[in-house]
């Protein structure tokens, strides 16, 4: 929720700006102190030419990573703002599980910072949905509240309902690669009435947190089929232990 400038003071006595990692004090109500920004791993060059995987210094420019060599991928790249870790997770944790939906447009931010400059008007951000009943027990779908300050920030339009998630799929973790495919398989579709509207369209794929990329993986397959001409995904936290070491 955005504050107006003149009530920023009233707002800040009534509810003193806190770190929302570890509480301590801040000056304004609008991001992290100092120990825990510097506790967030945001990914950069030298990065796989195909997906933005960090790499070792001694990579090269244009160099692509051996998982996209092995199977190279169907989207234009993975814009991450953060890699997963202690910090990030907290982070996820505290707008998924903890409903601090406030934290949105401070993540929105980190992802819009890593978006190729290409992003902008005529792109459409379409956030991977969530099963009808998951919805109404959480009560807001996260990626969906990534999607829309991005769209603030970036220019990009929203289709926060281009994709629906009409097949209900277990928890994926602990899965192995062909286990999460069958799971999904299915699972999403076009929204009602966005069947012509996704063909040729420029897409950007929002999620929190980026795994396997067997969920993205089903969702891109389906807006291929719909005709988009490119879909980007960009997420909050990207799951990547073993490049780590390369930030």
Known sequence: MQVHPLLAPVVDLVFPPRCPLCGEGLAAQTGL??????????????????????????????????????NPPRHAGIAAATLYNDASRKLVLALKHGGRIALAPLLARLMAAQLPQEIGPGWLAVPVPLHRW????????QSALLANELAKLSGVSLGVDALIRHKRTPMLGGLGRAA???????????????????KGAKILLVDDVLTSGATTDACLAVLRRAGVQVVMITCFARVLDEALDHV
């Open 33 to 70: 102190c100092a120990a825990c920004w510097s506790e967030l791993a945001i990914p950069g060059d030298p990065a796989c030419s195909s997906c933005r995987r960090p790499l070792g210094a001694e990579a090269t420019v244009g160099m692509i990573c051996a998982p996209c060599l092995a």
């Open 134 to 141: 998951r919805l109404w027990s959480r009560g807001f779908n």
């Open 180 to 198: 999460r495919a069958r799971a999904l398989s299915g699972a999403f579709a076009p929204g009602k009435g966005w069947e012509e509207r996704l």
